[in-house]
């Protein structure tokens, strides 16, 4: 998914980039794409980038995916499989669903920990544009 933005600010090896909304996002607002918002990137060729510049900043469509997958299935299968085995092994309802709160507890931090290690999963400017 490409869109378009302004930079705003540079600092050092991070660029600020000032992305609008297209015509689509505004109809459906089902997301904060629908919105203006200020995206912080990282950026090895922050020194040939000024503040002003039209770029293009690029997020993999198969990486959102990936995210949503991460973030939604993921812990949903883990709580589900968890309070199936600990009741089964135990027989009690509250232990199990405990368990299962746990269990999302830990697989939010495996995730988040591999979402945030992880730099195909962030956008990056992909095309300076001209004036």
């Known amino acids: 998914m490409r869109e378009e933005g302004k930079i705003v600010d540079i600092t050092g090896k991070n660029v600020v980039v000032e992305v609008s909304p297209k015509d689509t996002c505004t109809k459906c607002c089902s997301c904060n794409a629908a919105y203006k918002r200020k995206l ?11 503040i002003g510049d039209q770029v293009e900043v690029e997020v993999d469509t198969a990486s959102i995916m990936k995210i949503y997958l991460l973030l939604y299935a993921v812990p949903l299968l883990l709580f589900i499989i968890t309070v199936f085995m600990v009741y089964f092994m135990t ?8 368990a ?32």
């Open 40 to 50: 912080v990137l990282a950026n090895d060729k922050a020194k040939s980038l000024k």
């Open 91 to 98: 027989m009690k309802p509250v232990v199990s669903v405990a």
């Open 100 to 131: 299962g709160v746990f269990a999302i507890v830990i697989s939010y931090v495996a995730v988040g920990t591999i979402i945030k290690n992880n730099k195909k999963f962030y956008p990056a400017i992909c095309d300076k544009r001209c004036k």
